[in-house]
């Protein structure tokens, strides 16, 4: 046997459990050749060779957690995000690709030039894994970052991620809850967030992968989904510094719902609702408008 052969094998494992046939080929091809360390590249080249010895019953065994339907980068360990690689457990949310619209938007408003000169402070509320902190450190270097969760274990996911990563020395990490550690810092110039926004009654309807793997308080926020954002958007207004920016991932079809917890929310208005890469409304940037006074 080679070693395409033993991934075609585990992947038509994959698929009888029930994950979707491409899917399946691209875990069984990420599980060979995370047992091998190979990249991409060495993979297409030596895809061809008999297994090294081990290689078969340690494919088998996560291609098991797998097929019990195990999220892959628990398996690994980790999930790239914004071109790097964090640590994952069951203690935090799994990164997406559609959290880095987050930073996308969020280092629209944090310009290189500006900061040339001075620091900003910017808090990342829920910080989980700790990829929007890392990741924005990482992206501009002088910021100050307070990376928020109300757990300790992903608290000390995300430090080891920010160690792992080489700004272990330059995010501040707390464990507190929203509304009170927000104002502890204010005025902040930018806070960033992804809350959980899914409503409870969809509990059901969710991927065993994120129903069974993920922790529940990182996903659920009451009937609606927006508990959770009802308490942080009127948080954050009273921790964002005039000028200051509230940049937050949503769910699905709550955009109407979350522009409206921003009107009703005094000294914060709207900028503009971003679509992902399906044109679902997905993050939400809002601020503190810079009153007369301030200006100057």
Not at 50 to 77: K, W
Request: hydrophobic share 50%.
């Amino acid at each position: 046997m080679t070693l395409v052969e033993a991934v075609v094998g585990a992947a038509q494992t994959l698929a009888a459990a029930g994950i979707p046939p491409d899917e399946a080929r691209r875990d069984a091809s990420l599980l060979a050749r995370h047992h091998l360390q190979w990249d991409q590249a060495r993979w297409l080249a030596r895809r061809n060779e008999a297994p090294p010895p081990g290689f078969l019953p340690e494919l088998a065994a996560t291609v098991a957690r797998r097929a019990r339907r195990e999220p892959l980068a628990h398996i690994t360990g980790e999930r790239e995000f914004y071109g790097r690689l964090f640590k994952v457990t069951g203690d935090v949310l799994i990164p997406r690709q559609e959290t880095e619209l987050v930073v996308d938007e969020a280092l629209l408003r944090l310009p290189l030039d500006r900061f040339r000169l001075a620091s900003a402070t910017v808090i990342d509320a829920g910080t989980g894994s700790g990829c929007l902190a890392v990741t924005l450190v990482r992206e501009r270097p002088r910021l100050r970052v307070i990376a928020i969760d109300a757990s300790d274990a992903a608290i000390d996911v995300a430090r080891a991620n920010a160690q792992r990563l080489g700004v272990g020395d330059r995010i501040e990490f707390r464990v507190a809850s929203w509304p009170e550690a927000l104002t502890l810092d204010a005025p902040a110039d930018l806070i960033v967030a992804n809350p959980p926004y899914v409503p409870e009654r969809d509990r059901a309807a969710l991927a065993p992968e994120v129903r069974e793997f993920e922790p529940a308080v990182a996903l659920f926020a009451g009937p609606d989904g927006l508990d959770a954002i009802r308490t942080l958007v009127p948080a954050a207004a009273r921790a964002l510094a005039p000028g200051g920016w509230l940049v937050m991932e949503i769910g699905a079809g709550q955009a109407e719902d979350v522009a409206a917890i921003v009107a009703a929310t005094p000294g914060l208005a709207l900028d503009r609702i971003v679509p992902d890469l399906q044109s679902i409304p997905r993050v939400v940037i809002a601020h503190v408008p810079v009153l007369p006074h301030h200006r100057g």
